[in-house]
């Protein structure tokens, strides 16, 4: 059972009930998507090195909200960040936008999206700063999640944390004791009277006039950092729900499955078919917002710091071995292959062929 199958049987009903809330990023993901590795106009050419085989592919669409692209993509970016791991403590950190403001963010993702990550990377920064255990500089790396794992709308920000932070003035790496890293109380007062300024006195937007006295941070111990990294990884790049996760689709009803987060165990869930298409694509973002961002330490201009700090805590034995140079090879992006049908040998990329560019008429009614 796939998604995109499911979106090309009923979109005209979707189109239909749907039509005012439909935004474009949206229209352009369901273009993206029907179009996926079947828009025979546009194909990649493959030649054979061993024999005079050449074959074309389609291509696919590359979009993020594709449930059957970008496997590479978010293999890539897992052994990046892979990369910058510290040999120490990770916290996770997580930010949650108040159901009251949700309609808002709904009608101006890119406002509240972009609020969300400068002012909860601003707070984590100022709680560093004011740590007796840290003051120097940390490094975070935030992914933003816009659903549940009933996929029911829910925007929040996972922020992965190592404990511990970097002093320039002594070059010396400061580690976080204890079993906590910040107070969740204190965070969640502080995201709360810094968003709420963000949107009113910047941003000028009308809020609603009832809103929670207390919000929700969570702060917790995750141990090392590369299971957190793999759970950041999991909706980064394919979409919310997995097409292996889709059940049935029978007389207009979708089931699929997932897993409840206070009792651990597997659950079904079923929605009227134009309902379920809805459900999942309201999470996709407006173009061009990065739904992942580095800060301090784990940024791409600190790449000399994080290797200084990584050779330090080599030598003193926090490694299973010891780092030889603080020059660590570039990763290289995974390459796509293919092998020949006629004799199994590697095939050689030729191109992109293209005849004319398609429209996006035929999929938006």
Not at 56 to 69: E, V
Not at 97 to 102: Q, V
């Amino acid at each position: 059972m796939k998604f995109i199958d499911i979106l090309r049987d009923h979109l005209d009903a979707f189109n239909q009930a749907y039509e005012q809330q439909i935004t474009t990023a949206m229209r352009q993901a369901i273009y993206s998507m029907l179009s996926c590795r079947t828009n025979t106009e546009r194909t990649s050419h493959w030649a054979c090195q061993s024999c005079t085989h050449t074959t074309d592919y389609p291509l696919s669409c590359g979009h993020r909200s594709c449930p059957l692209c970008q496997h590479n993509t978010t293999t890539d970016w897992l052994n990046k960040q892979q990369a910058k791991l510290l040999p120490v403590e990770y916290y996770m950190v997580t930010f949650t936008l108040p159901f009251e403001l949700r309609v808002i963010a709904k009608h101006q993702p890119e406002l509240i999206y972009q609020a969300m990550f400068s002012v909860a990377a601003s707070v984590l920064k100022a709680f560093a700063k004011n740590s007796k255990q840290l003051g120097g500089e940390v490094g975070f790396t935030g992914v933003l999640h816009t659903h549940n794992r009933r996929r029911d709308y829910h925007p929040h920000i996972h922020f992965i944390i190592p404990a511990g932070s970097f002093n320039k003035a002594k070059n010396q790496w400061l580690k976080s004791r204890g079993k906590y890293l910040f107070n969740a109380f204190n965070l969640a007062t502080v995201w709360r009277a810094r968003l709420l300024k963000q949107l009113t006195k910047k941003l000028n937007i009308m809020l609603p006039e009832h809103l929670p006295k207390k919000w929700v941070v969570d702060c917790l111990h995750v141990g090392k950092g590369l299971p957190a990294l793999k759970y950041l990884s999991r909706y980064l790049y394919r979409g919310v729900l997995p097409d292996k996760d889709i059940i049935s689709d029978i007389d207009g009803q979708v089931s699929f499955k997932y897993q409840d987060s206070q009792s651990k165990t597997t659950k079904i869930r079923t929605l009227p078919t134009v309902k379920f298409l809805w459900l999942v694509l309201q999470h996709v973002l407006p173009k061009g917002l990065r739904r992942v961002r580095d800060y301090g330490l784990l940024q791409g201009s600190s790449r000399k710091i994080r290797q200084q700090i990584q050779l330090m805590l080599a030598v003193a034995g926090a490694l299973p071995q010891v780092v030889g140079s603080l020059e660590v090879p570039e990763l290289k992006r995974t390459v796509v292959n293919r092998t020949c049908p006629c004799c199994r040998q590697p095939m050689r990329f030729m191109g992109i062929h293209l005849n004319r560019r398609p429209t996006s008429s035929m999929f938006t009614a």
